[in-house]
């Protein structure tokens, strides 16, 4: 192990002749100037996200995420406590899944496991809103320390000068970001991890001691727990650190113990790398490298997701095109940072192929910080295109690609002030653009709180909704349940879905029930997954309120049509025969007159399941003679028939097996233009 480090002249190369900017007339703000404005920065954005945090809803996969962690919590409790003494540990261990027999223990979850620990301390007796606001804010604490990362990779390559500070800002108020970064504990944890393992790569290719080592074997270990492809840090440093050597023994002269150095390096930092990975992974304990290996198949061909999505306005599966992530990127990035990055990018490879013949002069500490980073993104981009990795919804599963896109970004913009000698009318105009760009994302932040994931650049934002799904989250339905309780005060509430207003008290979640909306929920809570425009129709429901972005709509609350007070208090019928029993062929009602009641609902004593499917029905006057009647609507609970005089009315089951038993029936009549409306609302 070479302490010193493999690039002893490293920082006496210089491959651009960069002017000093403490001559700049726009380094005179001393803020700007300041070594601490980076981090004065952070601490105003970790306050913020406290002031904040709590406003963003539930995710779609939280209680998912949730149970992994559990599952594994639980495992490894198992493994080390011998005697349980807790009662409520007990119980918490008796209702988790066995980690050898869950089905989705392929999933990492080492970073989720501190906040279980908490739960753990409060003796499993947290409430789960409780739980979820703990877990936001890790979440955010994560990530903050990953924009602390990102600023002090930008620092290293281009000096104490205010272009760090702006390239931290990019990533702040890059709003794609800023509100997964509250709940996203799966994609931009990865995003955080990712930064700070890539911090420390660049830390140990500069210096590979053992302590740079250690600390990036761990720090990459955690993201590849996280999501696999974090192992692409370890192939890059392997990568680097072998050029590195090589130049090392070329300058030299020497070989045998270089080489030997360099192999002994190599192993230490694959096995302290692998050793750390075994260590956060409890289901790999077993036998780890078949479970790694396990592990990267499943997720290059993940194949628990069957559903569509709209991409550029058709629903497609999880097969998706080659372009399917470029595409996502240059639409949901803000153009400005899009021109920086490929100027970047385009001028830091004409300066690397003209200088190829003399790599190993050329490739010092700044100019293999640009390669890193250009390596990571394009070789990422080019893998998932060779090996048609699946992808879906949007490119959450890909955000840790934003991080060298974003340092690529800072280099186009470095490159231009430097290319014109940073001459006052340049930096002016820069520094407009720069400013203008914030501000809009600031600005947009602000007014969109808190559904800054929906973010589309400004050339997107008004063909997006027909032509891509516009959120993946639906952290927004939260707010619906909110919307319910302000309009609405009984006791009991029944809505289209459930979960997603867990992060709420639990004196407000005890008001709602879950029924679906083919039984009558009394609020139908929609999403934009999968819809092409802002016209959702939903028969039996009336759209009372929505929640709109850049004039898309993401969710809408539906209030049910029929109402208690439609139905006919006191009806006198009597069923046929008398004492029912469960049947599977058809139920008969008797009135004590002629009715035309056009209104029913039916409930059963039984399941849902047994609810009649394709029911028919027919009435009579005598009893005799049975006509049947069209049903104008349904939703398996109210039905709706066309106008008709009877004293008879028989409900049949067509090709149902399921044994069934109408425990009780309300009967009403409505008129037509109520008719239209529930129809056709």
């Given at each position: 192990m ?65 149970r ?32 050898n ?130 192992i692409?840090?370890v ?15 070329y ?43 396990d ?53 830091y ?44 919804v ?55 709180h ?54 709420l ?22 999403a ?33 049509l ?17 004492n ?78 399921i ?9 009403g ?13």
């Amino acid at each position: 192990m070479q302490k010193n480090g493999v690039l002893p002249d490293i920082q006496s190369h210089k491959s651009l002749a960069e002017p000093n900017l403490e001559t700049l007339e726009f380094e005179r703000l001393r803020f700007l100037k300041n070594k601490r404005a980076g981090y004065i920065l952070l601490v105003i954005y970790f306050f913020v996200g406290l002031l904040i945090y709590k406003d963003y809803g539930v995710p779609v996969d939280t209680h998912s995420q949730l149970r992994h962690s559990r599952v594994n919590y639980r495992y490894i409790i198992n493994f080390f406590e011998s005697k349980i003494k807790s009662d409520n540990t007990r119980k918490f261990i008796e209702r988790t899944q066995d980690l050898n027999t869950y089905g989705s223990k392929h999933y990492g979850v080492a970073l989720q496991l501190l906040p279980v620990a908490i739960e753990h301390i409060n003796d499993f007796q947290m409430d789960i809103s409780n739980v979820l606001l703990l877990r936001s804010l890790y979440i955010f604490i994560n990530y903050v320390f990953g924009c602390l990362c990102f600023y002090l990779i930008l620092r290293k390559r281009f000096g104490d000068n205010y272009i760090p500070l702006v390239g931290l800002l990019m990533l702040i108020l890059y709003p794609r970001f800023f509100g997964p970064a509250f709940f996203d504990i799966k994609n931009l944890m990865f995003v955080a991890w990712y930064t700070i393992s890539t911090y420390f790569a660049l830390k140990f290719i500069e210096t590979p001691s053992i302590k740079n080592m250690l600390l990036f074997s761990f720090t990459v270990a955690i993201s590849t727990n996280t999501r696999v492809v974090g192992i692409s840090i370890v192939l890059l440093v392997i990568a680097f650190y072998i050029f590195y050597t090589v130049r090392e023994i070329y300058q030299k002269g020497k070989y045998s113990k270089d080489v030997f150095n360099g192999i002994i390096t190599l192993l230490l930092l694959l096995i302290s790398f692998f050793g750390f990975y075994t260590f956060i992974t409890p289901a790999s304990w077993s036998n780890p490298i078949r479970f790694f290996i396990d592990t990267i198949i499943k997720f290059a061909y993940f194949d628990n997701w069957n559903g569509t999505h709209l991409f550029m306005g058709d629903l497609i599966s999880k097969d998706v095109p080659w372009y399917y992530v470029p595409v996502w990127m240059a639409i949901t990035i803000p153009v400005v940072y899009t021109l920086f990055f490929y100027y970047g990018s385009f001028v830091y490879f004409v300066k690397f192929m003209k200088n190829i013949k003399k790599l190993f002069i050329f490739l010092d500490i700044k100019n293999m910080m640009d390669l890193f980073m250009l390596s990571a993104i394009w070789c990422s981009l080019i893998g998932f295109i060779l090996i048609n990795a699946y992808f879906y919804v949007d490119w959450h599963h890909t955000y840790f690609l934003f991080i060298p896109f974003l340092y690529l970004a800072v280099l186009g913009l470095s490159d231009i002030l430097i290319r014109f000698h940073y001459k006052k009318p340049v930096v002016g105009i820069i520094s407009l653009i720069m400013i203008w760009v914030l501000a809009s994302n600031a600005i947009w932040i602000i007014r969109n709180h808190p559904y800054q994931a929906t973010y589309f650049n400004i050339f997107m934002r008004k063909s997006a909704v027909y032509n891509f799904e516009r959120e993946t989250y639906r952290t927004f339905l939260t707010d619906l349940f909110r919307y319910i309780l302000s309009i609405d005060d009984r006791d009991k509430i029944s809505t289209s879905l459930g979960t997603f207003h867990n992060i709420l008290p639990k004196e407000m979640r005890d008001r709602f029930s879950t029924t679906s909306y083919q039984f009558g929920a009394d609020y139908l809570l929609l999403a934009a997954r999968g819809r092409k425009n802002n016209d959702w129709k939903s028969p039996g429901y009336k759209e009372i309120y929505n929640i709109s972005v850049d004039g898309y709509k993401l969710a809408a609350l539906k209030k049910y049509l029929i109402r208690e007070n439609m139905f006919t208090v006191d009806s006198n019928f009597k069923l046929i025969p008398e004492n029912p029993q469960k049947i599977i062929g058809s139920v008969e009602y008797e009135f004590d007159e002629i009715v035309s009641y056009n209104l029913f609902r039916l409930h059963v004593r039984d399941h849902r399941r047994s609810y009649p499917r394709n029911l028919r029905v027919f009435t009579s006057i005598d009893g005799d003679d049975y006509k049947e009647v069209k049903i104008i609507w349904n939703n398996r609970v109210d039905y709706i028939l066309e106008d008709r005089e009877y004293k008879y009315i028989r409900f049949i089951k067509n090709n149902d097996e399921i044994p069934w038993v109408i425990s009780s029936i309300k009967t009403g009549h409505i008129h037509t233009n109520e008719i239209n409306e529930i129809v056709n609302p």
